[in-house]
Nanobody, 114 residues
Framework: VQLVESGGGLVQPGGSLRLSCAAS????????MGWYRQAPGKQRELVAT???????TYVDSVKGRFTISGDYAKNTVSLQMNSLKSEDTAVYYC?????????WGQGTQVTVSS
C-alpha cells in the first residue's frame, strides 16, 4: 500500500488547511485510515482516524476544529483543519491499516505561524 499526501503548508493562527491522502497498491481490506502528527522533539501522536464502518476518533486537542472524512470506495482520506493554532505545527502523516499491517505516507509539513 502506498500513501500519497498533499495539502500542507504555512498558515497564520486561526487559519485553515485541508490535507488529503490517496492510497494505491494492495488497497483491498483497508480497515482504518487517518492522520498522525509529529512535532519537533515529540512523539508521533494520533490526530484522527476513520474506519471502513465510519467510526471516527479524534485526539482531544483537535475536537471541534478538525474534521476527518474518508471514501473507502476511492481509498482516500482528508483532514479539514480549522482554527489552527501554533501547537498544531507538525509533520502530518497519512496512516492506513490493512489486515495486520500499518502503512505510512511520507509526511507533509504544517506550520502555523504569524
Amino acid at each position: 500500500v502506498q500513501l500519497v499526501e498533499s495539502g500542507g503548508g504555512l498558515v497564520q493562527p486561526g487559519g485553515s488547511l485541508r490535507l488529503s491522502c490517496a492510497a494505491s497498491g494492495s488497497i483491498s481490506s483497508i480497515a482504518v485510515m487517518g492522520w498522525y502528527r509529529q512535532a519537533p522533539g515529540k512523539q508521533r501522536e494520533l490526530v484522527a482516524t476513520i474506519t471502513s464502518d465510519f467510526i471516527i476518533t479524534y485526539v482531544d486537542s483537535v475536537k471541534g476544529r478538525f474534521t476527518i472524512s474518508g471514501d473507502y470506495a476511492k481509498n482516500t482520506v482528508s483532514l479539514q483543519m480549522n482554527s489552527l493554532k501554533s501547537e498544531d505545527t507538525a509533520v502530518y502523516y497519512c496512516y492506513a491499516k490493512r489486515l495486520v499491517a500499518v502503512y505510512w505516507g511520507q509526511g507533509t509539513q504544517v506550520t502555523v505561524s504569524s
